[in-house]
């Protein structure tokens, strides 16, 4: 690989046009990533070469390496069942017949930090616990980085997969640069129901946990995540249950996949009621 190619794959990585030139934008968004001063040297010492203050080929290769050359690393292993998933308990509704997306948010490389592999995790919780409720569920990750076009392709691989999908959730979870931030809330566009009943749920397992604004019901028209609610068939609903920058939220629910799993399944049971 050239040093121009690990350039842009570590823009790629870090969120800025891929255009293969170094310049302030990039190094910014590097040490950034890095957690480290926006000098060279300091990027240099971030990534364990000489800090010369010379970004040659040398130190992209060590920076490209760190950055965007590993593989993420793997959630830990699902300790096998030698039993079907049973129903989660608390769920009122019956899926019988339901056809229920679920899908991974963001694109390879995209989100906040191990949001992919995280809700990776949650997904297949959720398929095996909706199944055993009936459903018919389809898992989607998104592959495209442009964000309108991975949409339309979302919405595509739904409609061919599941001809009278019912419901869609896309997973997520916050991540800003503040650690102070915290808290969940839940988008929807057409259908509010699901978003409370499966707010009313997640609040139910998780007492204490703060809501967001509109008391963690939050219709998005026009702001980010607005695509997925719009292009989504059947009901949809954006979850966004913490902040991954808030360390005591973090410690808190790093190992609760099934328990984040549980929540959701339950409250999409529970607006089957009246869905």
Avoid at 16 to 40: E, F, H, M, Q, Y
Avoid at 64 to 80: D, S
Avoid at 96 to 101: C, D, E, L, V, Y
Avoid at 127 to 147: C, P, S
Wanted: aromatic share 8%; charged share 25%.
């Amino acid at each position: 690989m050239t040093t121009t190619e690990q350039i842009k794959a570590v823009q790629n990585a870090v969120g800025v046009d891929a255009d293969g030139v170094a310049g302030p934008k990039t190094r910014a968004a590097i040490a950034k990533k890095l957690n480290a001063g926006n000098s060279p040297k300091a990027i240099q010492t971030a990534v364990g070469v000489d800090a010369d203050g010379d970004l040659g080929p040398k130190s992209w290769e060590a920076i490209y390496k760190k950055i965007a050359g590993a593989a993420p690393e793997p959630p830990a292993p699902e300790k096998p069942s030698p039993k079907p998933a049973a129903s989660p308990a608390g769920a009122k509704g019956d899926l019988t017949g339901k056809q229920i997306a679920v899908v991974v948010g963001h694109e390879p490389g995209g989100g906040a930090n191990g949001e992919r592999e995280y809700n990776k995790v949650v997904a297949k919780h959720m398929r095996d616990l909706l199944e055993a409720q009936g459903a018919t569920v389809f898992l989607y990750e998104h592959k495209t980085k442009a964000y309108g076009q991975r949409q339309n392709e979302m919405a595509a691989a739904v409609k061919a997969k599941l001809p009278k999908c019912w419901a869609t959730i896309e997973l997520h979870y916050d991540d800003v640069d503040s650690p102070d931030a915290n808290g969940h809330h839940f988008q929807y566009l057409k259908t509010k129901a699901l978003a409370v009943a499966i707010r009313d749920e997640f609040e139910k397992r998780f007492p204490g946990k703060k809501a967001r604004q509109d008391k963690g019901i939050f219709m998005n028209e026009n702001e980010n995540g607005s695509g997925f609610l719009k292009k989504a068939p059947g009901a949809a609903c954006l979850v966004e249950p913490f902040f991954r920058s808030n360390p005591a939220e973090w410690a808190f629910f790093s190992k609760l996949h099934r328990e984040v799993a549980e929540a959701y399944c339950v409250g999409i049971a529970n607006f089957a009621l009246n869905g």
